[in-house]
Structure formats: C-alpha cells, structure tokens
C-alpha cells in the first residue's frame, strides 16, 4: 500500500523554467491538496481539490496550476519558476477526518 | 487565513507538560491537529469535530472550544518521542468544509 506517492522528490530549477510536480493516492480519496512549506510559515495551502473534476485555490495560488486528472492525481504545475518558489512542497489526500502526506518535493529555483 | 498557533517554540524536560493553543478568526467547523518530526511529513494526531468535543491520543488530548474559536493541544508527561512540529489545522464554516488551512506550527522539543 504506497498511500501517497510524489515525483520528483528533489529538483533544482532555472528562473524562468517550468515542471509539473506529480501526485498519486491509491487510498480512493475524493479531496486532494497541494500545500508549501517554507521556515516559520508552516503549512500553506497552494490549491486543493474536493472531488474529481474540481479544484479551488488556497492561501497561496498566484504562480501555480493544477490539473485532477482523476481520482488518482493531481499535479501541480509551475510555468514560470521563480526564486521565491523555492521551498517544500506537500501532496495530501484526504477522505473522513485524517489526510495523509506524500513525502514531499524540495524543489530550489536559482 | 492561517489559524494562529502559540507558543511558537516549547522546550520540555521528559515528564513535563505543555499545551498548544490554536485559535481563528472565523467560525471553526472542524480543527486538526498534526505532528511533522524532522524531515518527514505531517502524520494525523486527531480532529475534533464538535464544539466542546475533547478527545485523547496515548498522553496526547485536545479540546474543540467552538465559541472561542479555539482549540487546545495538551501533552501529558512527554516522552522524547513527542519533538516535533505541531500544526493545527482548521475548516471554516462558510466555505468548503474541505479546504485545510493549517497555522504556522508549534516547535516542541523533549529533553532528557
């Protein structure tokens, strides 16, 4: 039972630059988010997706797309990497009460 | 908007108590608590659902205080094992139930 898989697990990236980073649950959870983590902010929260077919933004949206492509994935897109983007990036899957976290990608922009 | 979270850092020795506070601005329908050890994700301790709702984890419990808007992490006779990072996470009444906005973490650190 993987739960909660994301790729890349580490990427450095030129200013400009654009990557999509992957995510796929196998639990058949309906709500799915992507969240940033970067030192003394916590958890924020980039984009998040209720069901399949739909997705919202969160705290943090501007520079960022997201793509349900079932039930299964969902993947968060950078166009146009900037420095500030640099941080810890956090996939979760959610149904019921407990959210399971991926591993995390620490994508640098330079 | 991010629930605020105090104390920012805690420093026990083993056997000592703390307590992690989270509160909101906005009406809370559900408040989560999670525990991240360095260099891992997040893991689920327990959400409370129901304003007045307490529940227990091991020595680890919390309260739902839904008028206040507030929720308490309490932990009782730390163990090493307890450091880490603790976020409350909260869903808003008036919004998606579903979208997860956690506060910017508690650090705790258990000494012998």
């Known amino acids: 039972n993987a739960g909660v898989t994301q790729t890349p697990k580490f990427q450095v990236l030129k200013t400009g630059q654009s990557m999509t980073l992957q995510c796929a649950q196998d639990?058949?959870?309906?709500?799915m988010y992507w969240y940033r983590q970067d030192p003394g902010m916590g958890l924020r929260l980039i984009y998040y997706?209720?069901?399949?077919?739909?997705?919202d933004k969160g705290e943090v949206p501007n520079g960022y797309n997201v793509s349900r492509l079932n039930k299964r994935e969902f993947s968060l897109r950078l166009e146009s990497a900037a420095p500030s983007q640099t941080s810890v990036y956090f996939c979760a899957s959610r149904r019921g009460s407990e959210a399971f976290f991926g591993q995390g990608t620490r994508l640098t922009v330079v | 908007q991010q629930p605020v979270q105090s104390p920012q850092a805690v420093i026990l020795r083993e056997g000592e108590d703390a307590v992690i506070n989270c509160s909101s601005s906005k009406a809370l329908y559900s408040v989560h608590w999670y525990r991240q050890k360095h260099g891992e994700a997040p893991v689920f301790l327990m959400i409370l659902l129901k304003g007045g709702e307490q529940k227990g984890h091991d020595k680890i419990s919390a309260s739902f205080n839904e008028k206040k808007q507030q929720s308490s992490l309490y932990l009782t006779a730390s163990q090493l094992s307890y450091s880490g990072t603790y976020f409350c996470?909260?869903?808003?009444?008036?919004?998606?139930?579903?979208?997860?906005?956690f506060g910017t973490g508690t650090l705790l650190a258990v000494q012998p």
């Open positions: 996470g909260t869903a808003n009444y008036g919004g998606a139930t579903n979208k997860l906005i």
């Open positions: 997706s209720a069901s399949e077919g739909t997705t």
């Open positions: 639990m058949n959870h309906n709500s």
